[in-house]
Structure formats: structure tokens, C-alpha cells
């Protein structure tokens, strides 16, 4: 069985204050997908990432693929109260297969 | 461009009665996806479509729970009959290739809340 892992579960911090959510796996992955849900709406797709190592940066978040392809962090510098809500990060296998993985879930809340 | 669309957003029965959920994908894309999700987790597949065609049903509990997506494009979930633990949000997602392959992106609708009482 596939999993991918994220953590912290939970995490509450002060505006301002840097944060690194991970999402780990034994599982190889041909791409990496984060999203960011907030509540009453679906996920809402932020990032991509294919290449071993690849890091994408997306104004104060910085998103990484582990060289081998089984790990990526989500880095958060002076959180906002807007950057509240649960972050996922999702792993495919691409190609032929459309099944995508999706991780337990960080929820993040930032507070003023 | 439309984005997802589902209904209805918000469902209240009591256990055993049935119940239907209805999502439109976004135009051309051949991927469709049902995922259920509990507060705080992370979704949980359901079924994949590929065009009409299921693909991947093997987590859908097929005692109570039935999908279709006639002629390629809308889908429905439906359950019959419900039971509390049914209770949850219930997601579709469509997904576009490129290049012939799956990207893996797929775009979300807001969700069909179900609350079995």
C-alpha cells in the first residue's frame, strides 16, 4: 500500500513565524502535487513537482522534491493569517496511471 | 473557463434513506474523480473515471454505493441505503492530460456535505 505521511498533523503558530510541513513516503512518485483546502471549498491545487530536487518557489512558499522522489517539504516564510487552512500533498504515478495519492493533511492555523 | 461544479452542496437525511450527488467537470477533461473526506483528513478515493469508463472502483463500497458518468461527461454518486458513519464531504475533481498523459492536477469542486442523522 502506497502512503504518503505528512507532518505535523497540526500546526498553530503566531503571524510572522516561519513553518515546514513534510510529506514523506517509501513510494517513488512521478510528480507531487500540493494543494491548499480552506473550509467549505475543495483543494485548490498550488504546486507541481516532477524533477528530483526541484524546488518552486510561489511568493513566501518554498516547495521541494526529495532527490529520489519519495519526499517533498512545504516551507512557509512570515506566515500570514491568510495562509490558514489544511495543506495536502498528493503523489502520482503519471504516465498511464491517473492514480493519485493523497497525504493525511496538515492543518495550519496562523494566528494574529 | 467553469470550474467544477456539484450539487447540491449541502444534504441532511436520516439513515437508510438514499441520496445523490451530481458533478459536472470542467469541458475536456477525460478524468473524473469521486473522493470522500472526514474534517481535517485528507480525501479518500472513491472511484476514477476515464471517460465513461470506471478504471478504479476498488475503494467504493459497492454494497451501498453506486456511480455513473453517462456519456463521458457528468457523473453521479449515489448511496442507498445511507448509514451515519456516511456521514463526510463528498468531492469530485476532473483532471486534464497533456500530451496523452495524466498531469495529475486535478481541480476540485466545493463538495457535496452529507450529514446522515
Known amino acids: 500500500t502506497q502512503l504518503l505521511e505528512q507532518s505535523p498533523q497540526f500546526l498553530s503558530i503566531q503571524e510572522g513565524e516561519n513553518l515546514t510541513v513534510y510529506c514523506n513516503s517509501s513510494?517513488?512518485?512521478?510528480?507531487l502535487q500540493w494543494y491548499r483546502q480552506e473550509p467549505g471549498e475543495g483543494p485548490v491545487l498550488l504546486v507541481t513537482?516532477?524533477?528530483?530536487?526541484e524546488v518552486k518557489k510561489l511568493k513566501r512558499l518554498t516547495f521541494q522534491f526529495g532527490d529520489a522522489r519519495k519526499d517533498s517539504s512545504l516551507h512557509i516564510t512570515a506566515a500570514q493569517t491568510g495562509d490558514t487552512g489544511l495543506y495536502l500533498c498528493a503523489g502520482g504515478k503519471g504516465g498511464n496511471t491517473g492514480k493519485l495519492i493523497f497525504g493525511q493533511g496538515t492543518t495550519l492555523q496562523v494566528k494574529p | 473557463e467553469a470550474g467544477v461544479v456539484q450539487s447540491p452542496r449541502y444534504k441532511i437525511i436520516e439513515k437508510k434513506q438514499p441520496v445523490a450527488f451530481w458533478c459536472n467537470p470542467i469541458s475536456g477533461h477525460n478524468t473524473l474523480y469521486w473522493y470522500r473526506q472526514n474534517l481535517g483528513q485528507g480525501p479518500e478515493l472513491l472511484i476514477r473515471?476515464?471517460?465513461?469508463?470506471?478504471?478504479?472502483d476498488s475503494q467504493l463500497p459497492k454494497d451501498r454505493f453506486s456511480a455513473e458518468r453517462l456519456k463521458g461527461v457528468d457523473s453521479t454518486l449515489k448511496i442507498q441505503p445511507a448509514e451515519l458513519g456516511d456521514s463526510a464531504v463528498y468531492l469530485c475533481?476532473?483532471?486534464?492530460?497533456?500530451?496523452?498523459?495524466?498531469?495529475?492536477?486535478?481541480?476540485f469542486g466545493e463538495g457535496s456535505r452529507l450529514t446522515v442523522l
Open positions: 475533481a476532473s483532471s486534464p492530460r497533456r500530451g496523452g498523459l495524466y498531469t495529475g492536477e486535478l481541480f
Open positions: 513537482v516532477v524533477t528530483g530536487g
Open positions: 473515471y476515464e471517460n465513461e469508463e470506471a478504471v478504479d
Open positions: 513510494s517513488v512518485f512521478s510528480s
